[in-house]
């Protein structure tokens, strides 16, 4: 079983993109999440150890060793820890280890939730980091909808779409589906439902990098632009 759950782990880090080291960490917090609900415990009595160099996978419960039990859930009688092992003694901690399959129903679908929230998590991270290099950039996009109602363009960035709105675009200018354009990305932005990517056709820096990127006076520094004045449509 532990050489599947790591063989899954590093099949779906290959394919989302993300580091195993990640995923094991997101893994441990839901582990630690189901064994609480189902075992009414705290985060310091679950111990989560999870060792792919090895293909070890172990789950712990941890109670102290108590005179009086106050919580039967988090602490045991020394004479219930003597039945474990006699050397116990009062103030000690007795770790027994948990199976899987033990966890229960609910238990295991707060695990799935938490992994899964956690992924998302991941790769919107990653979206944004990827994102945000191209800030201040001209990228190539390609059309994918249009909303002639609202008057915005929907274009694939690649790594995810952003919305061209009738502000940013020149006036005049029309688009059909599958086009490609060249779109200046003013900023990118963090969301609740992800990378905000802000983008412009009429933007002043658009017609700044045009020239950086075909003038290798003004890419080098040899020749500096100290301003530009651009009317929208207006060569």
Known sequence: MNAEFFEALNMLGKERGLS??????????????????????????????????????????????????????????LEQAHAIRKTYQVGQRVVTPLKTKEFGRIAAQTAKHVIRQGIREAERSQLYSEMQSKAHEIVTAQVVRIDGEKGIVVLDMGKGEAVLPRSEQVPGEEFYEGQHVQVYVKDVLVTERGPRIIISRTSEQLVKRMFEMEVPEIFDGTVEIRAISREAGVR
């Open 20 to 77: 195993p080291e990640y995923l094991i960490e997101k893994i441990k917090a839901a582990i630690v999440i189901a064994v609480k609900k189902d075992y009414e415990v705290e985060d310091e009595n679950v111990l989560v150890e999870i060792d792919p160099l090895n293909g070890r996978f172990t789950v712990n419960l941890v109670q102290d060793v108590v005179e009086e039990v106050e919580n039967p859930h988090t602490q045991l009688s």
